[in-house]
């Protein structure tokens, strides 16, 4: 798996974070909102993510990127972001490109993962592959902390549909 963002040092150990989500929406209307609908977050998610733009390419395609505007930890960032979609697996991946996370790590690559259960709803696995510019840098807590919330709150928007 290619990691991309910061330089292209391969001489820096890469790291792992995870989370796992329940939701208690519609899985595959949740996968489709991380896969091609990324323009309904700020609506769903207005207190982490306050803009999103298509940088070059389209909102559904694979290899397009955007722009985001976003708080996390009371900070207002940005993150050019480069979209992967596996429409077999339901993951779609976003590699950093350009940002706030590229000042702490010199690749970071954020994984969703959607995972429908028999009965309705389903499980988001969100995982952070990292590589630190310095060893004293901490792990990516606050950015798993943000997907985890915005997670939740795409779940919530999404139940009221």
């Known amino acids: 798996m290619a990691l991309s963002g910061g330089g292209n040092n391969n ?7 995870e989370a796992e989500v329940e939701i208690k929406s519609n899985a595959d209307k949740l996968y489709k909102v991380f896969s091609n609908q990324h323009h309904a977050f700020p609506k769903a998610s207005s207190d982490h993510v306050h803009d999103v733009v298509v940088h070059e390419g389209d909102w559904e395609t694979s290899g397009s990127i955007k722009l985001w505007t976003y708080t996390a930890d009371g900070n207002v960032e940005i993150f050019k972001e480069k979209v992967e979609i596996d429409e077999a697996n339901k993951w779609v991946s ?10 702490q790590y010199r690749s970071y690559k954020i994984i ?6 028999s009965g309705g709803g389903g499980l988001v696995k969100i995982t952070i592959h990292y590589g630190k510019l310095n060893d ?10 943000f997907a985890i919330n915005v997670v939740h709150d795409m779940d919530a928007h999404l139940l009221k549909e």
């Open 11 to 17: 001489s820096y150990k890469l790291e792992t974070v």
């Open 94 to 103: 976003f590699t950093a490109l350009e940002g706030h996370v590229l000042e």
């Open 136 to 145: 004293n840098d901490p792990p990516p807590h606050k950015y798993l902390r």
């Open 112 to 117: 969703f993962q959607v995972t429908p259960k």
